[in-house]
Every structure is written in structure tokens, then in C-alpha cells.
């Protein structure tokens, strides 16, 4: 294939990184210059009526050292990466008419935000689109997205059975140095953006950095260094310390590794250590994550309207100063005071946390589950708009629960934290 003289922009979105990047690959297979562009919405930086960002502080650094990694990572290969934080169109067309730029490669997206963006491509930049954020891409699922099931286990069953998982791809060649675009914008700091310097929590369950190496450190780690994906099952559902669980979600929103990496590599794990439910049940959550795509891929907007996707009807209120204790920690339940006091101090809470604290908010207190939703993006780090809202209208009953369950948060507590470990050690932290 001969490459065209011209420039191939590559839109990172969520999929920060080098390896198994189809956009990327596609780019440099097809022109003589490629350059990468992310960009920083406004508002992400501002506040909202509900008096938090909707990016705060934890989630803004993890970025940021996502996308210093990911600026690293593009200059081996003689790539350079464009930030922004300004006008995106404007930016757009200051790169198509100083550098030739003819093409756009990226990650398909469809949330409303994501689709307000691509409306802003000038209409003479031909774009290319891959679904690269899937472990089964929509062209190898049993079934289409129209006829997406809307309870989990008859997708994963189906997809188990019919489907295959594609073989992820390597890092693209490294392109002529010559061709590289030179004096691009540096890569922001927090405090340009607007954040103080967070302070480091010795509790944290997460004491990582984001980035595509460091997710692949990680992966070593949990996986041939101390063998723990042999006992994953058991121990997903702890609360304490970074072994309880892979922590790959962190690396997973951002796409700083894709889904298909951590299959191969499950798969080789199987292979070379043991093939147990442990190495099952981490692909069986990675096509969870997948079924929550699938499903705001069907439904589309309805993710984030009050009703859900099951248009159901209840009565919701916006109690600002209860939803401020439940921000706070300082609820009548001290399992989702605990939690609530994590996610505010690291940027992070246990899974198990997450489904007592949104079933308490929303079928306790009965508050408008969007809410709640909303200050999981803004706080969580590993936050995935599919994954969050997905889980939320799981939560408040307008979602994908057959069931409809209400989490008993005392009980939930005395089952996995009997002695009181994980409540003391957060419970010890002060009101904000």
C-alpha cells in the first residue's frame, strides 16, 4: 500500500494507547505523516449546579499521566500528540489548513456528548471509525444491536457459545522522523486546568499511575508475579489493599489497554499457570463491561434519561441536604459512610461499595439515581459512561435487573466486612 503525502489525525477518545489501536494503525498504513490529537472539554473543568466538577481532581491526574505516557509512547514511533483545552473546531481547522490534514481516524463513540463533538469535524475531513473499545466487536456478536438481550446472561451465554475474540494487533511501525509535527502544545498540568494538587492517601487501594505501561505492569503483577488472578473470584469482592481485585478498570476507562489484551492474556495465563472460575470469572467481567456498552449502544440516550431504559415511573427527589450527607459519608449506615469516605479521599471504591451506596441512595432515600450518577463520573477515576449509568439504572430499578433487588446495606456489611476493618480505617477520616 503506498502512503499518501498527506496528514492522518488520529482522535484519541478512550483509547489511550499504542498497542492493539486500529486508528493508529490504520493512519500510519495510509499516510506519510501522522499526527495524534486529544481534547479536554470545557466542561469537564467546570461546575455543576450540583456543586461538583464533572471531572474532578483524582480522575484530571490519572488523565494527565495517561496522556504524558501516551505523548511518550507517540514519539517512539516519530508520532506527536496534539492537547487541547480550547475551541475544538477551531483547533481542528487550524490543523487541516497549516498541515494538509485529509483524514480522521478514531474510536466510535455514540453518548450524546461524544456525538456533539464529532459534529464539530469540518465535512471535507473524511473520517474512519473503529469499535476498538469491545472484547466482541459488533460485527462478531450472535445477534444485533437492535436485538441486543436485556438481561445479561442470555448476551453472555449467546456470545460465549457463537462468538470469538479478536487477536489484538501490535504497535503500529515507527514512521519517518523527518515527517514528525514539531512545537505542539505541552501536555497541561493540574494546576492550568484549574485543580490543586491532590493529596496522597496511604489507604488507597489504588496506589497506581495511569498509562499504558503502567496498566501492563499491573497486569504483570497481578497476574505472573504474585499469581493472584488464580484467586480472583474469591477475592474480588475485598475492600482493603490493591491485591482484592486486578484494579485493570483503572487502565480499562481510559483504554490505555484494551479488553482483547487482557483476554489473550487470561488465555495465556490458562495455559502456562492454571485455568480455574478465577480465570473465567475475570472474562466473564470483562463481558459485562461489554453488555453495558451494548446496551447504551441499543437504547442510546434513554441511559441517562430519570425513567431508564425500562421508562419506568417513580418518585424521585433532589433532597440537597441529603444527598450532601451521602456525598459526605455522614448517612445513618456506616458500610456507605466507609465507602463514600474512600471515594472521597482516593478516587476510588470497592465494586461491592459502589452496588450499597447507589442501592441505598436510590431505593433507600429514593434520590434522583442521575445524581448519584453523576458524582461517580466525577470522582470515580476508572469511570466508563457505559459501565456507570449502566449500573445505576441497575441499581434504581429502570435498568437491566430482572429482578429489581434492594441491597440490605447491614447485612452486605456484616458478610464482607465482619470485623469492622474496612469501617474503621475510613470511618477514622473527618468530615470535609
Given at each position: ?24 494503525s ?12 486529544y ?26 499521566e ?12 516519530n508520532?506527536?500528540l ?25 474510536q466510535?463513540e ?11 469535524i ?6 474512519h ?8 466487536h ?12 436485556e438481561v445479561f ?11 470469538i475474540v ?29 485543580y490543586s494538587k ?12 495511569g ?37 485493570l ?10 479488553p482483547?489484551?487482557?483476554y ?36 442510546q440516550n434513554?441511559?441517562f434519561h ?6 419506568k ?15 459526605d ?10 465507602n ?10 470497592s ?8 442501592s ?6 429514593k434520590?434522583d ?58 470511618l477514622?477520616?473527618t468530615?470535609?
Open positions: 500500500m503506498q502512503k499518501r503525502k498527506t496528514t492522518g489525525l488520529v482522535w484519541f477518545r478512550n483509547d489511550l494507547r499504542v498497542s492493539d489501536q486500529h486508528a493508529l490504520q493512519a500510519v498504513m495510509a499516510h506519510d505523516r501522522v499526527v495524534g490529537i481534547h479536554i472539554p470545557t466542561s469537564w473543568l467546570k461546575t455543576t449546579p450540583w456543586g461538583f466538577k464533572k471531572m474532578e481532581g483524582f480522575r484530571a491526574k490519572f488523565l494527565l495517561t496522556l504524558q505516557q501516551l505523548r511518550s509512547d507517540l514519539d517512539a514511533i508520532i506527536s496534539w492537547i487541547t483545552t480550547g475551541n475544538w473546531k477551531e483547533t481542528l481547522l487550524e490543523l487541516q489548513q497549516k498541515h494538509q490534514v485529509t483524514d480522521l481516524y478514531g466510535k455514540w453518548t450524546q456528548e461524544e456525538v456533539d463533538d464529532e459534529m464539530e469540518p465535512t471535507d475531513i473524511t473520517t471509525w473503529h469499535y476498538d473499545q469491545f472484547l466482541f459488533p460485527d462478531d456478536i450472535p445477534m444485533t444491536v437492535e436485538n441486543i438481550p446472561t442470555v448476551f453472555r451465554k449467546k456470545c460465549e457459545k457463537h462468538s479478536r487477536a489484538p494487533i501490535e504497535t503500529p511501525p515507527a514512521m519517518p522522523p523527518e515527517n514528525k509535527l514539531s512545537n505542539t502544545p505541552e501536555t497541561p498540568s493540574l494546576l492550568s486546568l484549574g491532590n493529596k496522597e492517601d496511604s489507604r488507597t487501594a489504588i496506589p497506581f499511575s498509562g499504558e505501561k503502567a496498566a501492563w505492569e499491573r497486569m504483570n503483577e497481578y497476574f505472573w508475579e504474585t499469581e493472584q488472578l488464580s484467586y480472583y473470584k474469591k477475592t474480588r469482592n475485598g475492600l482493603l489493599g490493591k491485591k482484592y481485585s486486578s484494579k478498570s483503572l487502565w480499562l476507562a481510559f483504554g490505555s489497554i484494551s482483547r489484551s487482557i489473550a492474556s487470561v488465555k495465556k495465563y490458562e495455559q502456562k499457570i492454571i485455568k480455574n472460575d478465577s480465570t473465567y470469572w475475570l472474562v466473564f467481567e470483562l463481558i459485562w463491561r461489554d453488555y453495558f456498552k451494548y446496551i447504551s449502544l441499543k437504547h434513554r441511559v430519570l425513567g431508564g431504559i425500562l421508562q415511573s417513580y418518585e424521585w427527589e433532589d433532597n440537597k441536604h441529603r444527598i450532601q450527607k451521602w456525598i459519608g455522614n448517612t445513618p449506615e456506616p458500610f456507605v459512610n466507609a463514600m469516605r474512600e471515594l472521597r479521599c482516593t478516587g476510588f471504591m465494586n461491592r461499595g459502589r452496588q450499597n451506596v447507589a441505598f441512595f436510590a431505593k433507600e432515600w434520590l439515581w442521575r445524581i448519584g450518577a453523576a458524582y461517580f463520573e466525577a470522582m470515580l477515576i476508572d469511570y466508563d459512561v457505559h459501565s456507570n449509568y449502566g449500573n445505576w439504572m441497575y441499581n434504581a430499578g429502570v435498568g437491566n435487573d430482572p429482578r429489581d433487588r434492594k441491597f440490605n446495606v447491614a447485612w452486605q456489611a456484616e458478610r464482607y466486612d465482619p470485623n469492622k476493618k474496612y469501617q474503621n480505617t475510613w477514622q477520616t468530615l470535609f
